[in-house]
């Protein structure tokens, strides 16, 4: 099977990076990228452990929720979950991190890589608080680059066309899949319980 095996075939097999896509990677935040941040509702964030095991996860909320506190550093706080806390668990092994953030509407995406500490401070995660609800943690992200990403990707994919969006019937519940998988209860029992979650625990 044909495969590349090292950066040089890597790049041989693409070709040359315009310059514009080198030149356009930013080391702090300019007001274009505190903007888009103000008017993101989710980002997705990339963590990896110490082994090098990645994970990616939805983090969203009101539009601007991460927070700009200047040009090289972001809070992202934390909501209620499920307690895995897979991400806060990587950044205490391997610090690096890289944000998402996508802005409804938009085709064009912004990514922040950097990286992250967990911070407890109550005073700093009051700024953060949701229907009057400090978060327990958040992430506090120092920025090594920020750059725009272009749209094809969304465009190829046509995430905002409401036509294409997929009737919700036209796939299980969630309580119908944790179910089948685990074994551990029934669907209706499962989605109760994730019914409740989404009515009373999302802050």
Not at 3 to 11: A, C, E, N, V, Y
Not at 154 to 181: C, E, M, T, Y
Request: net charge neutral.
């Amino acid at each position: 099977m044909d495969g590349l095996s090292d950066l040089t075939q890597l790049h041989a097999h693409y070709g040359e990076v315009h310059p514009l896509a080198r030149k356009k990677v930013l080391e702090r935040l300019d007001a274009h990228c505190r903007a888009f941040i103000a008017l993101s509702p989710i980002a997705v964030l990339a963590t990896a452990d110490a082994e090098g095991r990645v994970d990616a996860s939805p983090r969203g909320d009101a539009p601007g929720f991460v927070q700009v506190l200047d040009d090289t550093t972001l809070l992202l706080p934390d909501r209620p979950g499920n307690n895995r806390v897979d991400s806060y668990g990587n950044v205490l092994s391997h610090p690096g991190v890289g944000l998402l953030f996508l802005v409804p509407g938009l085709n064009e995406t912004l990514r922040v890589n950097g990286n992250a500490r967990v911070v407890t401070e109550p005073t700093l995660l009051a700024s953060a608080a949701a229907q009057g609800k400090p978060p327990r943690a958040g992430l506090l992200i120092d920025v090594r680059e920020a750059f725009f990403h272009c749209g094809k990707a969304l465009i190829r994919a046509k995430l905002w066309d409401a036509s294409r969006h997929v009737p919700r019937n036209s796939f299980p519940s969630l309580g119908r899949v944790i179910a089948d998988q685990t074994g551990a209860c029934s669907a209706e029992e499962a989605d109760q319980r994730v019914e409740e979650g989404y009515r009373t625990r999302l802050y």
